[in-house]
C-alpha cells in the first residue's frame, strides 16, 4: 500500500498543479492554488495515513492472507479515485464559488 500512496501524492500533486493552473489562466482567482494547498494538506496527507496506518500494522503473514484481498483492493481504488478525481472535484468547486463570488 506504501508504493500507491506514494505514487498516489504524486500523481493528486501533479494533477492538482497543472488543473488549478490551467483553471487559473485568464482568472484573477490568486486564492485558489493556496487554498487547494490547504485541503491537500488538511484533508489529502491524514487520509493517505489512515490508508498507510491500516495495511503497515499486518504482520507478512496477515498481509499475506487472501481475506484480506478484498479490503485491499477496495482501498486501493478508494486512493486512485481520489488521487485523480479531487483535483478537478475541488478546482471545479473553487471555480464554480469564485464565479458566484464575482
Given amino acids: 500500500m506504501s508504493d500507491h500512496i506514494a ?16 483553471a487559473l489562466k485568464g482568472d484573477g482567482a490568486s ?4 487554498l487547494a494547498l490547504i485541503i491537500l494538506v488538511a484533508a489529502i496527507i491524514p487520509a493517505c495515513r489512515r490508508f498507510e496506518r491500516r495495511w503497515n500494522r499486518l504482520s507478512d503473514a496477515q498481509a499475506a492472507d487472501p481475506a484480506f484481498a478484498p479490503r485491499y483492493r477496495r482501498d486501493r481504488r478508494v486512493l486512485w479515485i481520489i488521487a485523480i478525481g479531487l483535483p478537478f472535484a475541488l ?6 464559488l469564485a464565479a458566484m463570488a464575482g
Fill in 31 to 34: 486564492l485558489l492554488p493556496y
Fill in 7 to 22: 505514487y498516489a501524492l504524486l500523481v493528486y500533486t501533479g494533477l492538482q498543479i497543472f488543473v488549478t493552473m490551467g
Fill in 91 to 96: 478546482t471545479g468547486l473553487l471555480k464554480g
